[in-house]
């Protein structure tokens, strides 16, 4: 498979989850796309944590995306560390694991090998693609490439560039991450050792940006942490400290490095207007697919603004397309929680998409 | 009095959107700005099989309409019409919702720029019993269709028929269908310019084009 840039890539390995069955028309697929440090396991435990699955409250019968209706896939992206093919495999040019011998991968790399899959389990056009942040960019490039695969999209708390300030805070990660002696210039494999304090570092920096100030405040405030007073030390004395480093260590059990370095800087390249001569109304032009743009009024990862600016052109591309505001205090994470707003917007638009679409 | 007179449609637009339908060509692209719930909207996709789009301020209108499997962006008829391509729609309506804009005379123009056509219905402030109140009371008008004080009220632009005409004349809108309709629901007779639809009409209809089209 030819990649972004410029490289080719053979021996391409996809892990995929599918709840649901396929109906006869081959019309009722949906494909997720899962966010930077998410996975294909959307519905179902995630071995190494154990928890479950990142969209379980959305998936399953009954529910807003009805396993006993639709047949959902879900992969992990080129470039993870969940099976599809990443840093952490083996090149079978050096039979070394890549580590930054891998090729830079981008968005559309990801979506590309996407559609390997659908070709493989012979999906003529999917019924929708959903995602929330980095899987809402997959959304809008999957619409962009392939407007024919793509009989609904439903970008969600996304944009279609990432914003200079986004960049900033992923290259405060990746320094984190490069700057742990642990890393050895990202050949940590056979070492026995990893980035850990580095990798945790860049995952409590990002989670801050997950949330919004109010909800810091409500969930935490000030509070201190299984303790009456300060130590006057550096010890997680607030539950805010010790959250993060809960997040930040958890991260680093079920996360490779590396992979972190890649999709960050995926999503730092991703800018669809100027795939299309600075016009993003030119990358939907003369499209029929039918979308639902969410964004969510606290997230300031990914503000209305840039919701705005995707159905701005969607709009002069004169495409069917809803948008729809939710008010949160709960910022960019609200995507990955059980928010009533999302649940009711995105269930209406599946059922009469799925109607028009004639699936029962 | 004053019916339509409230910034998210009354309940009852009956009268109003068989007037709208029926000046609409079947087959059309349809944009209704400030589209509420989607009454109008459903009803032109379903009546006239129209390609319709909808723009609505409230974020429960929008999940309405979204749910009915309307396509319908949260957007504000003041300030986001600019967004949309020149002539993308064959008609841009703006239903009782003129005199909840802030500014009117943009709005209007956009609406012209956004639509080969606009169609624009509102509530008439010289209506009778209005001009009875203000003039009797000496207080603003208010009802219990219409039961806004002054200082909360979100329609801060009532306008009368004539108000309107002269407008369009202003910004060289030509007004190629008007229709008044009375306390009773029903189309007057009297032409739209006559005193006596400006006296007793209770709302009205217009179809509006720019004059070099």
């Known amino acids: 498979m030819p990649l972004d840039c410029g490289a080719m890539m053979s021996d391409i390995s996809m892990a995929y989850n599918t709840y649901g069955t396929l109906n006869e028309d081959k019309s009722n697929a949906i494909l997720l796309c899962h966010a930077l440090t998410g996975d294909q396991y959307a519905a179902s435990r995630q071995p190494i944590t154990g928890k479950d699955g990142w969209w379980s409250f959305m998936i399953g019968p009954g529910k807003i995306l009805d396993t006993d209706r639709y047949f959902i896939v879900c992969s992990n992206i080129l470039g993870g560390c969940m099976g599809t093919t990443g840093p952490l495999d083996i090149d079978p040019d050096t039979g070394k694991p890549y580590g930054l011998n891998l090729p830079m991968i981008t968005i559309g790399d990801m979506v590309r090998a996407q559609a390997l899959l659908q070709d493989y389990l012979e999906i003529p056009d999917w019924f929708a693609v959903m995602g929330g942040s980095m899987g809402g960019m997959q959304v809008l490039q999957w619409a962009s490439a392939y407007p024919e695969r793509c009989f609904s999209a439903v970008p969600i708390a996304t944009a279609a560039k990432h914003s200079a300030q986004n960049i900033a805070f992923h290259e405060v990660g990746r320094q984190a991450v490069m700057a742990d002696p642990d890393w050895q210039g990202g050949n940590y494999y056979e070492s026995g050792r990893k980035p850990r304090a580095g990798l945790s570092v860049a995952r409590m920096a990002a989670h801050v940006t997950y949330l919004s100030e109010s909800a810091l405040h409500r969930k935490f405030g000030r509070n201190l942490q299984d303790r009456e007073d300060l130590t006057y030390g550096f010890d997680a004395d607030f539950q805010v400290e010790s959250y993060l480093r809960y997040q930040g260590i958890n991260f680093v059990d079920r996360f490779d490095a590396n992979s972190y370095l890649y999709i960050t800087r995926a999503m730092d390249y991703f800018d669809l207007a100027s795939d299309h001569g600075g016009s993003l109304a030119k990358a939907f032009a003369g499209t029929n697919t039918r979308f639902c743009v969410v964004s969510f009024s606290s997230d300031w990862l990914f503000p209305t603004s840039e919701s705005k600016d995707v159905v701005r052109a969607l709009n002069a591309a004169a495409a069917n397309v809803s948008f729809v505001e939710i008010e949160t205090d709960k910022g960019h994470d609200a995507f990955l929680l059980e928010t009533p707003e999302m649940l009711t917007t995105i269930g209406g638009f599946l059922e009469s998409t799925a109607k028009s679409r004639g699936i029962a | ?213």
């Open chain 2, 1 to 213: 009095m004053f019916e339509n007179a409230r910034l998210s449609r009354p309940q009852d637009i009956r009268v109003d959107l068989q007037l709208i339908a029926e000046m609409i060509e079947p087959n059309s692209r349809v944009l209704d700005v400030g589209c509420a719930e989607g009454t109008l909207l459903s009803h032109l996709i379903s009546a006239k099989n129209v390609d319709g789009r909808g723009m609505e301020l409230s974020q429960a209108g929008v999940n309405a309409c979204v749910t009915k499997g309307l396509s319908v962006v949260q957007g504000d008829a003041d300030t986001d019409l600019v967004d949309y391509p020149a002539k993308g729609f064959d008609y841009a309506i703006l239903s009782q919702t003129l005199q909840a804009t802030h500014r009117p005379k943009l709005v209007l123009e956009q609406l012209l720029r956004v639509g080969k056509k606009a169609i624009v219905s509102f509530p008439n402030f010289a209506y009778w019993r209005c001009r009875a109140y203000l003039a009797l009371k000496g207080r603003m008008p208010m009802t219990s269709s219409l039961d806004y004080a002054w200082y909360e009220t979100p329609n801060i632009h009532f306008c009368t028929l004539r108000d309107f005409m002269a407008l369009c004349d202003e910004i060289g809108v030509t007004i190629e269908k008007s229709i008044v309709v009375d306390n009773n629901g029903k189309v007057m007779k009297d032409s739209v310019g006559e005193n006596r639809a400006n006296f007793f009409g209770v709302q009205c209809v217009f179809l509006l084009s720019n004059g070099q089209d």
